[in-house]
T-cell receptor, first 115, second 112 residues
Framework: GAGVSQSPSNKVTEKGKDVELRCDPI?????LYWYRQSLGQGLEFLIY????????KSGLPSDRFSAERTGGSVSTLTIQRTQQEDSAVYLC?????????????FGSGTQLSVL | GENVEQHPSTLSVQEGDSAVIKCTYS??????FPWYKQELGKGPQLIID?????GEKKDQRIAVTLNKTAKHFSLHITETQPEDSAVYFC???????????FGSGTKLNVKP
């Protein structure tokens, strides 16, 4: 079956513009995560969804970042007024249940470049 | 919160040699430790994991060891092959806490 799908795969934007990144998790997966991977860095947790609700938003770097999930499926990460330091690969992952010991299935990410 | 440190950041080995990547964690409550492999242009994929009630786990050429007392765990790859070349991430979390703390990654290069 299909894995986690992210779009676009690459996004180039100008500083100050808003961007939307989309994640289609594996069908039936309850949990959905967003991580950010900066060049040469590890995976930085951004936000986690359990169904449509986000119990943990502690990783969002600033109020310019927001995310939503609808229908327990597709999620959108929105970055407003982008800054150059927002340039990174944004990874989405889903897992079958909310058990923290579950395997994460990652998408290929969206490479965001802010000029 | 949890802090996971990973070493080395880069590792170059000859094909057929072994490779070892080490991680330490700070929160003694952590009880689940997965390892992910990220190939160029792809998302990370789980390759092996270990829970705190086990000291070692093997899967073919890959093994993971865990020392709860010292709060460190390691990934061992034997008989390395060029296709093992990738970035490897360790992570730690604990039951009912839906946040994985990842290490900074190790870029493994296996020279043919």
């Amino acid at each position: 079956g299909a894995g986690v799908s992210q779009s676009p795969s690459n996004k180039v934007t100008e500083k100050g513009k808003d961007v939307e990144l989309r994640c289609d998790p594996i069908s039936g997966h309850t949990a959905l995560y967003w991580y950010r991977q900066s060049l040469g860095q590890g995976l930085e947790f951004l936000i986690y969804f359990q169904g449509n609700s986000a119990p943990d938003k502690s990783g969002l770097p600033s109020d310019r970042f927001s995310a939503e999930r609808t229908g327990g499926s597709v999620s959108t990460l929105t970055i407003q007024r982008t800054q150059q330091e927002d340039s990174a690969v944004y990874l989405c992952a889903s897992s079958p249940t909310t058990d923290a010991n579950e395997k994460l299935f990652f998408g290929s990410g969206t490479q965001l470049s802010v000029l | 919160g949890e802090n996971v440190e990973q070493h080395p950041s880069t590792l170059s080995v000859q094909e057929g040699d072994s490779a070892v990547i080490k991680c330490t964690y700070s929160d003694s409550a952590s009880n689940y430790f997965p390892w992910y492999k990220q190939e160029l242009g792809k998302g990370p994929q789980l390759i092996i994991d270990i829970r705190s009630n086990v000291g070692e786990k093997k899967d073919q050429r890959i093994a993971v060891t865990l020392n709860k007392t010292a709060k460190h765990f390691s990934l061992h790859i034997t008989e390395t092959q060029p296709e093992d070349s990738a970035v490897y991430f360790c992570a730690a979390t604990y039951f009912n806490f839906n946040k994985f703390y990842f290490g900074s990654g190790t870029k493994l290069n296996v020279k043919p």
